[in-house]
DNA sequence: TGTTAGCACTCGATGGTGTTGAGTGCTAAC
DNA sequence: GTTAGCACTCAACACCATCGAGTGCTAACA
């Protein structure tokens, strides 16, 4: 079956209609409220066609449509119209963003205020990542003949450890302080952001015989290093969803607030966008398209910010499926812009945080 | 009519009865479980003066009884029996308590990740005070021969305004800049530890003739920079009270953790009680004890955490007003000891944040 | 061949009704 | 002063009828 210019049509009106009510969507109420010339017969059958291809779901038998996971991702890619902001509404950006603070915390949390004041969704933000971060300490631990603990620490304190076997391996002291060594003075000293896989190299030239066999090794510390400040990430706003009648269901809002209060989620679900985000662009992901079961019912939208031309975190929204995908679009873009120049002014003048 | 002795068993029969259950006691249960050699009909009589002298309260005629604030005060105060801790538990509050960081404002995450963990109730904790808050500048601003406006302006740049009028006095620049120059030459540099009120007495002395005048202004300096820090104070576990079945309405639900959201309502929450924290005790404030209403439902207990003999900041609980009581207590004394332990070692030679 | 009117059908939502059971207050007897 | 007994109250629950929005299907129409 084909998507026609119709289907699409009434695709897009049943989307935008949903998105106000919450409400299924009968044929009817399309046939009246979007004049197309068609009777509500028609858009039945057109409707039964789009149900058919996975665009629409039907919550039971007499009820109206309502889209699917997949009718919105058409909805987002193709069929919705640009939002155009009002003049008003700039206007309540702008005083929005409008504060007489330059501590960087302060700033990110009133940004992330500002977001979600005008969306009125709730809103995650990531601090800027402190280049004052830095590695103090590698420690490694003998554990047995094929098993050693790896221990980073930081000046601050963070520390990540993990075990590693070797199971073909007879590691002894010897090995084990010559690989201490290397790392040492490979990565001590280092902020998060000198250190790259340059430093790979290095290392593995120092310890040539087993570059192999330390590889995990090296991998666990980059990967970690570079998540070191995971924690530096805020939520506003958490409760602003449960203004949404999707979220009247008790159960359903403990567990999703549970697991926005918990940072190593937010993380993971920021990070998953890492890749368009680079590209500062806008990337959304809707419904089941989120890997977390608890966001199975939510959408949710990020954008990266910046100071110049440094990306310095990430923005993301998170609300219903149902959300006002133009609107908000229109809103993290025009806010993205403001606050860029906001951060410009402050960021390179003052680092300390 | 006086509360005799068996009247303060029953009444403590029905408190515990109730904070186990979540539900309306009846005489009949309480008869049963707690065997007193009396009779349902006897404590009946016994429920009904109760409820005559407001320790009791009957949410409809034909249910059983729940404590009303003045019950669970009265509990409080007298009644409760002293919870010992198990050895798992204090177990539990050390090994939640050991973790490898030593930057402050982590410590203070786990620290009230941790209190949550143990009581199972929503906690809120005030950062230390930075002392690397100073004042950068006081501007005076002369609004016409009546009325100006003070701004005081820190390092971080928080703003904290207010216009004043004095209606008998006839200002003008001379003046102002006078009154600038004092509080300018008094206060600027100052970190927030060294402030006090011998700073009023070298202002009056500079401008002797207008002391009395300017006693508001200084007041109003010395409360704002006292207060400077504000927006330091973290929760966690909100949605640990989605788990009492006294907040299973949507509306109260939204409310409340819409309230718990706004850092400036915390500090106000907190503030109440510095009283009593002065003194380094806990501190109970009973449902409509409260001042903000949206409370009404919730109780709170408070407690001050120190390094040393150094008081740092605030812990507090937040749960329904049918909290285990005396297991709170116990474990907020119990964690304080660990907690002062913990940070002893570190504060003293880390005052980074 | 596509569109439309008409109609029977489905099913959640709503509201009224009867039953149940926990708990009370009162009275009279111990 | 205490207790047994009893009538009474009232939320909770299950049951049922009604209502209406919306559907799918069929047959007629352009």
Redesign the interface.
């Known amino acids: 079956m084909e998507l026609d210019e119709r289907k699409r049509k009434i695709m897009q009106a049943i989307v935008d209609d949903y998105i106000t009510t919450a409400e299924p969507v009968g044929s009817r109420s399309i046939a009246r409220k979007f004049e197309m010339g068609i009777s509500s017969a028609t858009i039945r059958n057109e409707m039964a066609d789009l149900e058919q291809m996975g665009y629409l779901a039907q919550p039971h038998t007499s009820a109206g449509r309502i889209p699917s996971d997949k009718g919105y991702r058409l909805y987002v890619d193709s069929l919705m119209n640009q939002y155009k902001m009002t003049v008003d509404e700039i206007a309540r950006i702008k005083s929005a963003l409008e504060f007489?603070?330059?501590?960087m915390e302060?700033i990110i949390?009133r940004i992330a205020g500002a977001v979600s004041d005008i969306t009125q969704y709730t809103t995650m933000i990531t601090k800027p990542r402190s280049n004052k971060v830095y590695v103090k300490k590698i420690d490694i631990v003998l554990i047995d003949s094929s098993g050693l603990l790896l221990v980073v620490?930081t000046n601050?304190?963070?520390?990540k450890n993990q075990i590693f076997r070797f199971d073909a391996a007879k590691l002894n002291d010897e090995f084990v302080n010559k690989l201490s060594n290397a790392l040492n003075s490979a990565f001590v000293g280092l902020t998060l952001d000198e250190i790259d896989t340059d430093c790979l190299g290095q290392i593995a030239d120092a310890l040539s015989a087993d570059a192999q066999m330390i590889a995990p090794v090296i991998n666990f510390i980059l990967e970690k290093i570079y998540h070191l400040d995971d924690?530096d990430i805020y939520v506003?706003?958490?409760?602003a969803l449960?203004?949404y009648p999707e979220y009247?269901d008790?159960d359903r809002?403990?567990e999703l607030?549970?697991f926005l209060?918990n940072k190593y989620n937010l993380r993971s679900v920021i990070a998953e966008d890492d890749d368009n985000a680079k590209n500062n662009k806008l990337n959304i992901v809707i419904g089941r398209e989120n890997k977390c079961y608890q966001l199975h019912d939510c959408s949710i939208i990020t954008s990266n910010y910046s100071a110049g031309n440094k990306v310095l975190g990430t923005i993301g929204i998170i609300g219903p499926k149902r959300m006002n995908y133009a609107r908000v679009v229109a809103s993290l873009d025009n806010i993205s812009k403001y606050v860029n120049k906001i951060l410009q002014e402050i960021y390179f003048d003052n680092e300390r945080e």
Chains 1, 2 share one sequence.
Do not use: D, F, P
């Open positions: 007489n603070v330059n501590k302060n949390e620490i601050e304190g963070l520390v924690s506003n706003a958490a409760t449960l203004n009247s008790l809002v403990r607030l549970g209060e």
